[in-house]
Structures are given as C-alpha cells and as structure tokens.
C-alpha cells in the first residue's frame, strides 16, 4: 500500500474515532440517565420512534452520502474541480428532497405509524421527531462532500456539537417532563426533541464550514463538469443499491420491532406493559451493543473514498491491501469490546441500569457476541461499496434480514425463550452476512484476503483477555464485598478493575502476537512515535 493513500484513509479514520471517543461519553451521559429517567416502559417509546426515524432517514441518506464521497473523491483525484462542485449542488438538492418527505410522512401520520408498530404511546415522540430527518438529510450533504475531499475533521466537530445538544435539551426536556407530572409518552417525545436539536446545530455548523473552506469561487480550471441530469443519473445509480441495502436492514429492524412486541404478547402470553418493558430492557441493551460498531463506523467512512481514488488510479493492489487492512484492524478494535461486553454483563447493566428487568445481563451477553459481527459486516460493506460492487451488500442484507425474522418468529413466541430469542436472531442475522460478504470479497476483489492473518491473532488475544477480566472481576467483587457496604459501589469498583486490567492485557497480548504492526503503526498520526514507544516491530 503506498505510503500516502494508507495515510489519508487511516488518518480521516483517526480523526473521526477521535470524535466517537468523545460522542461515546456524551452518549453515555445521554443515553443511561436517560433509560433511568423513562424506565424500561418509556425508553421503549423513546425506541419505537428512533426506529421509525431511522428507517426513514436510512431511505433518504444510507446510500447517497456514500455515493457522493465517493463521485467528489473521484473527481477531486482526477483534478476536475467544477465536477466536485457541481456534484455537490445535485447531491444537496436530492437530498433535500428525499429529506422533507420523509419529514412530512413522520410529522403527518404519527398515530398511524405508532400505531402499526403495535405502540400507539409512540405517537408523540414520533411527531417531535420529524424534523429531524430534513435537518440530518441536510447535513449529511455537507458532509459527504468533505469526506469525498479526504477532510473528516468537519464531520467529527460536526457530530461532537450535534450530540452534545441533543444531550443537554434531551436530558433537560425528559427530566423537566418528568418532574412536572407529565406522561412518559410526553416525557419521551421531550427526549427526542434533543435529535431535532442537534441536527439543526450540526447543519449550521457544517454550512458555515463550507462556506469559509470550499466556497464557489471561480476556477481557472478547464474541466467541464457533467450535466446536472448525468450527475443525479449516477448517483441514483450508485447511491439506490446501498440505499436498498441499508433500508432492508432498518425495514427489517422495525419489522422485527413490531413482530417481537406481537410475538410476547399473542404466542408468549405476555401483557402489553410486560412486553413493552422487556422490549425497553432489551434496547438498553441494544444502546451498550452498538459501542463497538460506533468505533468502527470511523474506518467504514474513510475507506469508502481511500478504495474509490484507487480505483479510479486502477492501483488494485493498493485496494486490496486498504480492504484487507481495514478488516484485521476492525477485528482488532471490534473483538475485544465483544468480549468484554459478554463477559461482563453482568456487572454493566446491573451498575449502568440499576432497576431494569432482570433479563438484562443474559441479553448483553448474547448482543456482545452480535456486536462483532454487525462490525466485520460494515466494514466489508463499505468495501464492497467502495469497489463498485453495490449489488452485494444488498443480497448479503437481504438473507441475513431473513434469517432474524425466521428466527426471532419461533423463539420470540416460546414462552421460555421470549425476548432472549430477538438476540439469538441478530448474531444469525449478521453471521450470515459476514460469511457471505467475505465470499463475495474474495470474488471480486484482485487478490484474496487471508483470513488466518485477519482473524487468528485478534481472536487469540481476545480469548486470553477474556478470562483475564472474568478472573479479575469475580476476585476483586469478592474482596470488595466485605470491605464496601454498598452492593452497587462494590459491583461498580470491580468491574472498573476488571476493565482497566483486561485493557492492558489485550495491549500486551496484541504487540506480543504481532496483531498490530509497525507498519499498520505508521499509518496513524504520530503512531511511529507510539509503536516505538511500546516496542511494536
């Protein structure tokens, strides 16, 4: 991999993981007071509504962001300026479009669509939530042109402030709702006001960006850019395939939604309430899962427009090594936090949610195994994305969408199974788009990727790290136990010291196994200066 194509895709990467770090703690500060505040029966209101909200922000920008990172990287690397540019103009107009539909559906039929989810409490978070899909459409145009440039630094400040005031008016709003007697239907439409928020902080924050770094001056360029109609042509072309993808993952989540709250009550026996609180129980759980993907989200984003440019240069070879690099670093990041998250489920949801339903450890074990999975098929979407193979992610989604309904149908509605089933059809679900993604990579990419160099090593030390922080935890609890009066300080101090040394054993196992190398070092900002520092050859 030439020196400087690694260092612009895994510094854009940096930059933006930077950023999650920060967004991960807000998040946090948002998220787990915020499940306190509803309880498990209100966050699954709050959940109802994100779900709907996503699955139609999916429609509008899943596919086309990435399709304009990756026309304006296209365009910037064979130095057509006018064709950046007039790229952006049609992208910014589409997705203003798709935006303000989506917005109508959600701010017009809310009762409707809460309803048909089987949660019509749902209905006010669904209306305070529609402007949130213009306002994030928007944005994501400004965005996916910055990223198109090889320039994540717009994107990362831009997602700090948009989380940071949805968290400050979320948190406000549901605690104040709360407080003065109202409902947790009202209480969770108030919490997701912070979204709307957020999203419209982040757009003037990424206008005015563009507007002071990449305004329209006159070029002394003598590229023609394509007509306005041939540009929305391709990006149709290209952005509709991943947005079909993505979607059939967001319809089949929001199906799954609605077919397990049905499947508790009609075939498990489960009241309304009871339902509602297991499936609140189970996005607490879902919020935690996530973690590790929101790290990897960063290299997805960067590898999009790192692949494109080489491929447009048609250096292959330079291709294969970003794709096979970028999969063993994800398995590298991801592996551990899936590992940790399963062996410590326990302690994590006993301590972040003190009062939920007892069902939340064993559902955080189950999702921590998912969470890996969700990452490998990310990034190996991106890839394939990134390639020009558009068609695949789509076939892997829709087998794996299927596989999770098939499953979640018949555990679900066991009444000894009940909500651990929808779980169990998530790591079907993603298992089966990992394997067929990696077959579709070796393909149609030009040189196989090998897995036992991408895999072994991660999984090795992850193992080891894995029994290190379950032996620390259950000898530090114990100790603490009959030294801390309080249950939930005790719990809480263990499973820090459980974390902290399991972090560093997994430091220690990765140099000694030479999962991270000095090269894989050199291709992050000062990381020369770090593997020097940790002795990585």
């Given at each position: 991999m030439s020196d400087s194509k690694g260092q612009n895709y895994l510094h854009g990467a940096a930059i933006l993981a930077a950023g999650v770090v920060i967004m991960k703690i807000l998040g946090a500060i948002y998220k787990i007071p915020l499940g306190n505040i509803l309880h498990d029966e209100g966050y699954a209101y709050f959940l109802v509504a994100y779900n709907i909200y996503n699955l139609l922000l999916t429609i509008a920008t899943a596919g086309f962001p990435v399709a304009l990172s990756r026309m304006i990287s296209e365009a910037n690397t064979l130095g057509r300026p006018m064709q950046v540019r007039r790229t952006?103009?049609?992208?910014?107009?589409?997705?203003?479009a798709l935006g303000a539909a989506a917005s109508?559906?959600?701010?017009?039929?809310?009762?409707?669509?809460?309803?048909?989810?089987?949660?019509?409490?749902?209905?006010?978070?669904?209306?305070?939530l529609s402007p949130a899909v213009l306002l994030v459409c928007l944005t994501s145009a400004y965005r996916g042109h910055a990223q198109g440039l090889n320039n994540m630094k717009p994107t990362t400040v831009g997602q700090v402030l948009e989380v940071l005031v949805k968290v400050i008016v979320g948190l406000v709003l549901a605690w104040y709702l709360t407080r003065a007697g109202k409902s947790l239907a009202i209480a969770s439409a108030g919490a997701v006001f912070?979204?709307?928020?957020?999203?419209?902080?982040?757009?003037?924050?990424?206008?005015?960006?563009?507007?002071?770094?990449?305004?329209?001056?006159?070029?002394?360029?003598?590229?023609?850019?394509?007509?306005?109609?041939?540009?929305?042509?391709?990006?149709?072309?290209?952005?509709?395939?991943?947005?079909?993808?993505?979607?059939?993952?967001?319809?089949?989540?929001?199906?799954?939604?609605?077919?397990?709250?049905?499947?508790?009550?009609?075939?498990?026996?489960?009241?309304?309430d009871l339902a509602s609180e297991l499936y609140g129980v189970y996005g607490k759980a879902m919020t935690l899962y996530n973690l590790p993907a929101a790290f990897v989200t960063p290299l997805t984003i960067s590898v999009v427009p790192a692949i494109s440019a080489c491929v447009a240069r048609k250096t292959y070879e330079d291709s294969c090594d970003i794709a096979e690099a970028s999969v063993r670093i994800t398995s590298v990041i991801a592996m551990p936090m899936a590992v940790g998250l399963s062996v410590?489920?326990?302690?994590?949801?006993?301590?972040?949610?003190?009062?939920?339903?007892?069902?939340?450890?064993?559902?955080?074990?189950?999702?921590?195994?998912?969470s890996f999975f969700v990452c490998l098929a990310l990034i190996t979407n991106a890839i394939l994305q990134a390639h020009g193979n558009e068609q695949y992610p789509v076939y892997s989604m829709i087998v794996g969408g299927l596989v999770k309904i098939g499953v979640n149908w018949v555990l679900v509605g066991n009444p000894d199974i009940n909500i651990y089933g929808a779980p169990i059809g998530t790591?079907?679900?993603?298992?089966?788009?990992?394997?067929?993604?990696?077959?579709?990579?070796?393909?149609?990419?030009?040189?196989?990727?090998?897995?036992?160099r991408i895999f072994a090593r991660?999984?090795?030390?992850?193992?080891?790290?894995?029994?290190?922080?379950?032996?620390?935890?259950?000898?530090?609890?114990?100790?603490?136990?009959?030294?801390?009066?309080?249950?939930?300080?005790?719990?809480?101090f263990s499973m820090l010291i459980a974390i902290g040394v399991a972090c560093l054993i997994y430091l220690v196992l990765i140099i000694v196994t030479r999962a991270v190398t000095l090269e894989d070092m050199k291709l992050i900002p000062r990381g020369e200066k770090l593997a020097k520092l940790l002795h990585i050859r």
């Amino acid at each position: 991999m030439s020196d400087s194509k690694g260092q612009n895709y895994l510094h854009g990467a940096a930059i933006l993981a930077a950023g999650v770090v920060i967004m991960k703690i807000l998040g946090a500060i948002y998220k787990i007071p915020l499940g306190n505040i509803l309880h498990d029966e209100g966050y699954a209101y709050f959940l109802v509504a994100y779900n709907i909200y996503n699955l139609l922000l999916t429609i509008a920008t899943a596919g086309f962001p990435v399709a304009l990172s990756r026309m304006i990287s296209e365009a910037n690397t064979l130095g057509r300026p006018m064709q950046v540019r007039r790229t952006f103009r049609v992208a910014l107009a589409t997705f203003a479009a798709l935006g303000a539909a989506a917005s109508v559906v959600m701010y017009l039929f809310p009762t409707e669509l809460a309803v048909s989810m089987g949660e019509p409490r749902a209905a006010q978070s669904i209306w305070a939530l529609s402007p949130a899909v213009l306002l994030v459409c928007l944005t994501s145009a400004y965005r996916g042109h910055a990223q198109g440039l090889n320039n994540m630094k717009p994107t990362t400040v831009g997602q700090v402030l948009e989380v940071l005031v949805k968290v400050i008016v979320g948190l406000v709003l549901a605690w104040y709702l709360t407080r003065a007697g109202k409902s947790l239907a009202i209480a969770s439409a108030g919490a997701v006001f912070g979204t709307v928020a957020g999203g419209l902080a982040a757009l003037i924050y990424m206008f005015a960006f563009k507007a002071r770094h990449y305004s329209d001056k006159p070029s002394a360029s003598a590229d023609r850019a394509d007509s306005s109609g041939a540009i929305f042509l391709r990006l149709m072309r290209i952005g509709i395939p991943i947005t079909l993808g993505a979607s059939v993952m967001s319809l089949i989540t929001l199906i799954d939604m609605k077919l397990v709250l049905e499947r508790l009550q009609t075939a498990a026996g489960f009241t309304q309430d009871l339902a509602s609180e297991l499936y609140g129980v189970y996005g607490k759980a879902m919020t935690l899962y996530n973690l590790p993907a929101a790290f990897v989200t960063p290299l997805t984003i960067s590898v999009v427009p790192a692949i494109s440019a080489c491929v447009a240069r048609k250096t292959y070879e330079d291709s294969c090594d970003i794709a096979e690099a970028s999969v063993r670093i994800t398995s590298v990041i991801a592996m551990p936090m899936a590992v940790g998250l399963s062996v410590l489920s326990y302690p994590i949801m006993k301590v972040l949610y003190s009062s939920s339903h007892d069902s939340g450890p064993t559902l955080l074990l189950l999702m921590g195994i998912a969470s890996f999975f969700v990452c490998l098929a990310l990034i190996t979407n991106a890839i394939l994305q990134a390639h020009g193979n558009e068609q695949y992610p789509v076939y892997s989604m829709i087998v794996g969408g299927l596989v999770k309904i098939g499953v979640n149908w018949v555990l679900v509605g066991n009444p000894d199974i009940n909500i651990y089933g929808a779980p169990i059809g998530t790591i079907c679900c993603y298992l089966a788009m990992c394997l067929m993604n990696l077959a579709f990579m070796c393909r149609c990419m030009e040189r196989r990727p090998s897995m036992a160099r991408i895999f072994a090593r991660p999984l090795l030390s992850s193992a080891l790290m894995g029994v290190a922080a379950w032996a620390v935890y259950e000898t530090v609890h114990g100790i603490a136990s009959g030294i801390i009066s309080s249950a939930w300080l005790g719990m809480a101090f263990s499973m820090l010291i459980a974390i902290g040394v399991a972090c560093l054993i997994y430091l220690v196992l990765i140099i000694v196994t030479r999962a991270v190398t000095l090269e894989d070092m050199k291709l992050i900002p000062r990381g020369e200066k770090l593997a020097k520092l940790l002795h990585i050859r």
